[in-house]
Nanobody, 125 residues
Framework: QVQLVESGGGLVQAGGSLRLSCAAS????????MGWFRQAPGREREFVSA????????GPADSVKGRFSISRDTSKNTVYLQLNSLKPEDTATYYCAASGFSPIGSYSASNYNYWGQGTQVTVSS
């Protein structure tokens, strides 16, 4: 059974940084895409960034470009999201996603068939 477990969220002041981690178990995703999405209250889930086969990166979204970066450690089956220069509008639940069938990252949530429970990021002004 595949599980994705996120960690690293929390409360941070504007301008601060966080590093989110997503550890996968039950299947290796070294040749498949993993990504991050986020959802703020009252808003739809939105794509943040993804990483695929040979660490090819999709994104990041324009709203986080230059501030967020994705990486992964295939030996640990873990993907990371580094969040820098955080803004109050980055406040959201951040979800890790993994694809069991696609080696290429995608902006579309339908490209991913495994999801974590989410980790809350709150940025105070």
């Amino acid at each position: 059974q595949v599980q994705l477990v996120e960690s690293g969220g929390g409360l941070v002041q504007a301008g601060g940084s966080l590093r989110l981690s997503c550890a996968a178990s039950g299947q290796s995703f070294s040749d498949h895409a993993m990504g991050w999405f986020r959802q703020a209250p009252g808003r739809e889930r939105e794509f943040v960034s993804a990483i695929g086969w040979k660490d090819r990166i999709t994104g990041p979204a324009d709203s986080v470009k230059g501030r967020f970066s994705i990486s992964r450690d295939t030996s640990k089956n873990t993907v990371y999201l580094q969040l820098n220069s955080l803004k109050p509008e980055d406040t959201a639940t951040y979800y890790c996603a993994a694809s069991g069938f696609s080696p290429i990252g995608s902006y579309s949530a339908s490209n991913y068939n495994y999801w974590g429970q989410g980790t809350q990021v709150t940025v105070s002004s």
